[in-house]
């Protein structure tokens, strides 16, 4: 299911946690923000074209294994 309108933003959230009337409109902000900010991430990673292997990548930020 995708998340487009308020209404499913909201039963999925309410189907997640207790929800109050109030928590609603920051829950759909949040959403809407995060879908955003995923097709803009999105735009600027060029396609890879293959599968990446994630056992030759690091656990850490530091490089280590």
């Given at each position: 299911?995708?998340?487009?309108?308020?209404?499913?933003?909201?039963?999925?959230?309410r189907q997640?946690?207790?929800?109050?009337?109030?928590?609603?409109?920051?829950?759909?902000?949040?959403?809407?923000?995060?879908?955003?900010?995923?097709?803009?991430?999105?735009?600027?990673?060029?396609?890879?074209?293959?599968?990446?292997?994630?056992?030759?990548?690091?656990?850490?930020?530091?490089?280590?294994?």
């Amino acid at each position: 299911m995708e998340y487009r309108t308020d209404e499913q933003i909201i039963a999925r959230g309410r189907q997640i946690a207790p929800l109050t009337d109030a928590d609603l409109p920051p829950l759909i902000t949040l959403v809407i923000g995060v879908r955003e900010y995923c097709r803009l991430m999105e735009s600027l990673m060029p396609e890879i074209g293959c599968e990446i292997d994630v056992t030759k990548m690091s656990r850490n930020m530091d490089g280590d294994a």
